[in-house]
């Protein structure tokens, strides 16, 4: 599976982006998908996943009702959507993939994109 991200940018606090990825390869195996991002100095956080199945949904904390995690199965494509931008959202975001072999997880990772929210 190879991931592609797309739609990183600058933009002022209080703005808009929309991030996308684009899968390609095996992508009938994935199991879930899901966005993260590393701030300078900080760990790689969790942001929103969604499952492949039904399309359940998680959030984390920080951005629950300003991003929005979607996906469209016909284009192999994942989005996230971000309102409501603040500048402690800056960050390298990373589009993962997952599936399931037996009780082993793998994860596909794309290159990243950066974020930058200006105050």
């Avoid at 991003?67 to 192999?76: G, M, W």
Wanted: hydrophobic share 35%; aromatic share 10%; glycine share 12%.
């Amino acid at each position: 599976v190879q991931l592609v991200e797309s739609g990183g940018g600058l933009v002022q606090a209080g703005g808009s982006l929309r991030l996308s990825c684009a899968a390609s390869g095996s992508t009938f195996s994935i199991n879930g998908m899901g966005w993260y991002r590393q701030a300078p100095g900080k760990q790689r956080e969790l942001v929103a996943v969604i499952s492949s199945a039904i399309g359940i949904t998680n959030y984390s904390d920080s951005v629950k009702g300003r991003f929005t995690i979607s996906r469209d199965n016909a284009k192999n494509t994942m989005y996230l959507q971000m309102n409501s931008l603040k500048p402690e959202d800056t960050a390298v975001y990373y589009c993962d993939a997952w599936e399931w072999g037996g009780r082993t997880k793998y994860d596909y990772w794309g290159q990243g994109t950066q974020v930058t929210v200006s105050s």
